[in-house]
Protein backbone atom coordinates (compact mmCIF):
# COMPACT_ATOMS: atom_id res chain seq x y z
CA UNK A 1 0.00 0.00 0.00
CA UNK A 2 2.72 2.45 0.75
CA UNK A 3 4.84 1.84 -2.51
CA UNK A 4 1.60 2.20 -4.15
CA UNK A 5 1.32 5.63 -2.27
CA UNK A 6 4.79 6.82 -3.58
CA UNK A 7 4.85 5.49 -6.86
CA UNK A 8 1.57 7.46 -7.14
CA UNK A 9 3.32 10.21 -5.92
CA UNK A 10 6.40 9.75 -8.50
CA UNK A 11 4.10 9.86 -11.02
CA UNK A 12 1.96 12.65 -10.29
CA UNK A 13 5.13 14.09 -10.37
CA UNK A 14 6.61 13.28 -13.56
CA UNK A 15 3.87 14.04 -14.79
CA UNK A 16 3.85 17.68 -13.58
CA UNK A 17 7.37 17.69 -14.88
CA UNK A 18 6.27 16.82 -18.26
CA UNK A 19 3.78 19.62 -18.06
CA UNK A 20 6.19 22.36 -17.43
CA UNK A 21 8.84 20.66 -20.03
CA UNK A 22 6.34 20.62 -22.70
CA UNK A 23 5.03 24.83 -21.40
CA UNK A 24 8.65 25.89 -21.96
CA UNK A 25 9.12 23.77 -24.92
CA UNK A 26 5.79 25.43 -26.52
CA UNK A 27 6.86 28.76 -25.91
CA UNK A 28 10.52 28.27 -26.73
CA UNK A 29 8.97 26.58 -30.28
CA UNK A 30 7.03 30.02 -30.61
CA UNK A 31 9.34 31.82 -30.55
CA UNK A 32 10.99 30.44 -33.29
CA UNK A 33 8.17 30.61 -35.77
CA UNK A 34 8.24 34.17 -34.59
CA UNK A 35 11.68 35.04 -35.68
CA UNK A 36 10.82 33.48 -39.12
CA UNK A 37 8.08 35.48 -39.28
CA UNK A 38 9.79 38.70 -38.24
CA UNK A 39 12.58 38.21 -40.66
CA UNK A 40 10.27 38.41 -43.68
CA UNK A 41 7.83 41.77 -42.25
CA UNK A 42 10.84 43.35 -41.73
CA UNK A 43 11.24 43.90 -45.65
CA UNK A 44 9.69 47.23 -46.28
CA UNK A 45 8.03 45.57 -49.66
CA UNK A 46 5.89 43.57 -47.30
CA UNK A 47 5.20 46.37 -44.65
CA UNK A 48 2.11 47.33 -46.78
CA UNK A 49 -1.06 46.99 -46.12
CA UNK A 50 -3.36 44.79 -48.24
CA UNK A 51 -4.25 48.37 -49.88
CA UNK A 52 -1.62 49.10 -50.82
CA UNK A 53 -0.90 52.04 -47.88
CA UNK A 54 2.56 51.17 -45.90
CA UNK A 55 2.18 50.82 -42.45
CA UNK A 56 3.09 53.87 -40.44
CA UNK A 57 6.99 53.80 -38.92
CA UNK A 58 5.58 54.17 -35.11
CA UNK A 59 3.21 51.03 -35.77
CA UNK A 60 6.21 49.06 -36.04
CA UNK A 61 8.10 50.05 -33.31
CA UNK A 62 5.40 49.77 -31.20
CA UNK A 63 5.11 46.08 -32.04
CA UNK A 64 9.07 45.59 -31.49
CA UNK A 65 8.98 47.17 -28.22
CA UNK A 66 6.06 45.44 -27.41
CA UNK A 67 7.79 41.72 -28.22
CA UNK A 68 10.21 41.23 -25.18
CA UNK A 69 7.98 42.86 -22.40
CA UNK A 70 5.60 40.27 -24.13
CA UNK A 71 8.35 37.28 -23.94
CA UNK A 72 9.35 38.46 -20.50
CA UNK A 73 5.46 38.23 -19.34
CA UNK A 74 5.03 35.03 -21.01
CA UNK A 75 8.27 33.63 -19.68
CA UNK A 76 6.92 34.55 -15.76
CA UNK A 77 3.40 33.06 -16.17
CA UNK A 78 4.41 30.30 -16.90
CA UNK A 79 7.29 30.24 -14.11
CA UNK A 80 4.38 31.26 -11.58
CA UNK A 81 2.45 28.16 -12.45
CA UNK A 82 5.64 26.35 -12.08
CA UNK A 83 5.69 27.70 -8.58
CA UNK A 84 2.01 27.44 -7.74
CA UNK A 85 2.24 23.80 -8.33
CA UNK A 86 5.92 23.28 -6.61
CA UNK A 87 4.56 24.98 -3.58
CA UNK A 88 1.49 23.13 -3.45
CA UNK A 89 3.32 20.46 -3.25
CA UNK A 90 4.76 21.81 0.03
CA UNK A 91 2.04 22.62 1.52
CA UNK A 92 0.72 19.16 1.06
CA UNK A 93 0.51 17.78 4.49
CA UNK A 94 0.54 13.82 2.60
CA UNK A 95 3.32 14.94 0.38
CA UNK A 96 6.14 12.57 1.39
CA UNK A 97 9.73 14.12 2.36
CA UNK A 98 11.62 12.82 -0.92
CA UNK A 99 8.85 14.77 -3.11
CA UNK A 100 9.34 18.18 -0.40
CA UNK A 101 12.60 17.62 -1.30
CA UNK A 102 12.84 17.52 -4.73
CA UNK A 103 9.54 20.38 -5.15
CA UNK A 104 12.49 22.87 -3.06
CA UNK A 105 14.84 21.51 -5.23
CA UNK A 106 12.85 22.73 -8.54
CA UNK A 107 11.87 25.81 -6.33
CA UNK A 108 15.65 26.95 -5.79
CA UNK A 109 16.37 26.38 -9.28
CA UNK A 110 13.62 28.26 -10.55
CA UNK A 111 14.98 30.95 -8.38
CA UNK A 112 18.80 30.70 -9.45
CA UNK A 113 17.70 30.63 -13.16
CA UNK A 114 15.61 34.04 -12.73
CA UNK A 115 19.20 35.76 -11.22
CA UNK A 116 20.91 34.82 -14.05
CA UNK A 117 18.44 36.19 -16.59
CA UNK A 118 18.33 39.36 -14.76
CA UNK A 119 21.88 39.25 -14.64
CA UNK A 120 23.01 38.40 -18.25
CA UNK A 121 20.09 40.84 -19.47
CA UNK A 122 21.33 43.82 -17.65
CA UNK A 123 24.72 42.82 -18.45
CA UNK A 124 23.96 43.28 -22.55
CA UNK A 125 22.04 46.33 -21.59
CA UNK A 126 24.75 48.18 -19.75
CA UNK A 127 27.15 46.66 -23.02
CA UNK A 128 24.59 49.67 -25.21
CA UNK A 129 22.00 47.22 -26.93
CA UNK A 130 18.36 48.38 -26.13
CA UNK A 131 17.26 45.27 -24.90
CA UNK A 132 18.21 41.64 -24.36
CA UNK A 133 16.37 38.26 -23.56
CA UNK A 134 17.99 35.85 -22.15
CA UNK A 135 17.17 32.33 -22.04
CA UNK A 136 18.84 28.99 -20.61
CA UNK A 137 17.89 25.01 -21.39
CA UNK A 138 19.89 21.91 -21.46
CA UNK A 139 23.17 23.68 -21.03
CA UNK A 140 22.42 25.67 -23.79
CA UNK A 141 22.25 29.70 -23.51
CA UNK A 142 20.17 31.77 -26.11
CA UNK A 143 20.27 35.45 -25.96
CA UNK A 144 17.96 37.84 -28.13
CA UNK A 145 19.28 40.88 -28.07
CA UNK A 146 17.25 44.03 -29.87
CA UNK A 147 19.68 45.19 -32.79
CA UNK A 148 19.69 45.92 -36.31
CA UNK A 149 22.30 43.02 -36.74
CA UNK A 150 25.47 41.62 -34.94
CA UNK A 151 28.93 41.73 -36.20
CA UNK A 152 31.62 39.13 -35.11
CA UNK A 153 33.09 41.15 -32.68
CA UNK A 154 29.38 41.84 -31.05
CA UNK A 155 28.81 38.07 -30.73
CA UNK A 156 31.64 37.46 -29.50
CA UNK A 157 31.26 40.29 -26.99
CA UNK A 158 27.66 39.11 -26.01
CA UNK A 159 28.98 35.49 -25.69
CA UNK A 160 31.72 35.97 -23.77
CA UNK A 161 29.62 37.89 -21.09
CA UNK A 162 27.35 35.30 -20.96
CA UNK A 163 30.20 32.76 -20.75
CA UNK A 164 31.54 34.09 -17.51
CA UNK A 165 28.08 35.06 -15.86
CA UNK A 166 26.30 31.75 -16.53
CA UNK A 167 29.52 29.17 -16.92
CA UNK A 168 27.95 27.81 -20.44
CA UNK A 169 30.67 27.04 -23.10
CA UNK A 170 30.82 29.64 -25.72
CA UNK A 171 29.92 27.17 -28.45
CA UNK A 172 26.91 26.35 -26.16
CA UNK A 173 25.58 29.93 -26.58
CA UNK A 174 23.59 31.05 -29.43
CA UNK A 175 23.16 35.11 -30.02
CA UNK A 176 20.33 36.13 -32.18
CA UNK A 177 19.54 39.72 -32.41
CA UNK A 178 15.87 41.42 -34.27
CA UNK A 179 15.82 44.96 -34.59
Same mark, same amino acid.
Given at each position: ? +??? $? @?? +??????????????????? %??????? !????????????? /????????????????????????? +????? !?? !???? @??????????????????????? =? #??? %??? #? !????????? =? %? $???????? %? &? &??????????? $???? /???????????????????????????? +??
Amino acid at each position: M +RLM $K @IN +RRLLLWLCCLAVMVGVTWW %IISGLEE !RFESIDVITDEKL /LETEAGLPVSGSEVELDEAAFFDHY +RLQRE !RT !RDRS @IEMLQSILDNPNAGAAAKEEAEK =M #LLE %IVQ #L !REQELVVEN =M %I $KAQGYEDA %I &F &FYHDEVATVLV $KHKG /LDEKSFIQIAETVSAAVGVERENIQVMA +RP
